[in-house]
Every structure is written in C-alpha cells, then in structure tokens.
C-alpha cells in the first residue's frame, strides 16, 4: 500500500493523463471552439483551490457559467441554472468540463481520485480536512464523497468521506472509485450515503476494521 501511495499512484496518474490528453485533443479543441462561439468570456475556468497539505494551486475547468456569474460555491446558489450556459449544462451533465483538470495532474498538483480540490468558498470543508487528516493526498477529479452524494450531503460528510479515503489509499479502492464515478456520472447523482445499510462493495472494504 505504501509503494501505491508513494509511487504507483503516481506513475498512473501521470500516464494515464498523458494518454488521455493525445487521444482526446481533437474533442478537446471542439470543445473549446464552442464553449467560444456559444458565449461571451475566456475558454477556461481559472481559480485558486487548495491541494495536498492545503497548499494553493490553479485549476482548471472549462468554463460552463456566464462570464461575470458570482463567485461562490454551488451550494450556495439558488438560481444556478441562470448562470450556467446552454452548452455549460451539457458539459456539466457529462463533466466534459473536468478534463482540462489533465494538465494539474501531469503537473503533479491532482490525482485522478482523491478529495475534490475545494476553493476558499468551502472554507468549513477546509479547516475539517486539515483537522482529520484529509489534506494528506492529492485532490482528485473523483473522490468517495463525490460518489456519494457530491454536493447533496453535509460538510461534515464530505471531510469524513476525504479522511477515511485519506487512510485507505490503495489500488483496490482507487480502481473501486473510478467504477463509482462512471455509474455516478450516468447517474447523474451520487450513488451512496454515509449514513445508508445499503453498502457498496467499495463502501464496506473502506469500513473493514475502521472506525
């Protein structure tokens, strides 16, 4: 587990998004054409987020809301369709707008799964990671909060969801987490709650001998 940790992972992430970045930079380019022709701004989403220790680090997105919408967290909006633009939702929906996320994790700043890199806005979220232990790993684009609810469950849940995938890094849960995000994104919507009986496979191996 250790060498996965400290290695492996890393080497995967690495390669993985290397390839991905080549086979997809024809789409990739499509993407960016529209996101310009169907509304007014830059191509990209740029923000300040914070990474593994709660180091800060840039992210990128390409951008699914209308120039100049306020800057908040999601949660927080209670009209977000009316910032969101035509060609944004369909990005969003099928988290298209996600994969510019390639160029942090060749830079070594994310990992293809791991907590969700949170901006200043989910400041309560920040301060629990830093308190249990879930800063530890690198962000990812994917996480075990985020197939398990996103954004529909409580801070409380999402730093214990991050520090209890923090102390289980392996290759069986990361490999288990990206089959999640695949049904989450059919989905559209997480999976499992914290609180369910109803355990995925994933959900009970995170919970063997724990807590």
Do not use: C, W
């Not at 991905?20 to 989403?45: D, E, N, R, W, Y």
């Not at 800057?71 to 099928?94: C, L, Q, W």
């Not at 800063?135 to 969801?161: C, F, H, M, W």
Request: proline content about 5%.
């Amino acid at each position: 587990m250790g060498l996965y940790r400290k290695v492996v992972k890393r080497l995967i992430d690495t390669t993985v998004a290397i390839i991905f970045g080549i086979v997809l930079i024809v789409p990739l380019f499509i993407v960016a054409i529209l996101i310009k022709l169907t509304s007014k701004g830059p191509i990209f989403f740029k923000q300040e987020r914070y990474g593994k220790n709660s180091v800060p680090f840039t992210l990128y997105k390409f951008r699914s809301m209308t120039d100049g919408a306020p800057v908040k967290a999601n949660s927080e909006f209670s009209d977000i369709k009316s910032y969101v633009t035509p060609f944004g939702m369909f990005i969003r929906k099928t988290s298209i707008d996600e994969l510019p996320q390639l160029i942090n994790i060749i830079k070594g700043e994310m990992s293809f799964i791991g907590p969700r890199p949170l901006a200043i806005t989910d400041e309560k979220v920040l301060r629990l990671r830093r308190q249990n232990g879930g800063d530890q790993v690198l962000p990812g684009i994917s996480g075990l909060a985020q197939v398990n609810g996103r954004n529909n469950i409580t801070d409380e849940d999402k730093a214990a969801y991050d520090a209890k995938y923090a102390s289980h890094v392996s290759a069986r849960v990361d490999s288990l987490l990206v089959m999640e995000t695949f049904i989450s994104i059919v989905k559209r919507d997480g999976i499992f709650k914290l609180e369910s009986d109803n355990r995925s496979p994933k959900k009970k191996l995170l919970e063997k001998n724990h807590d």
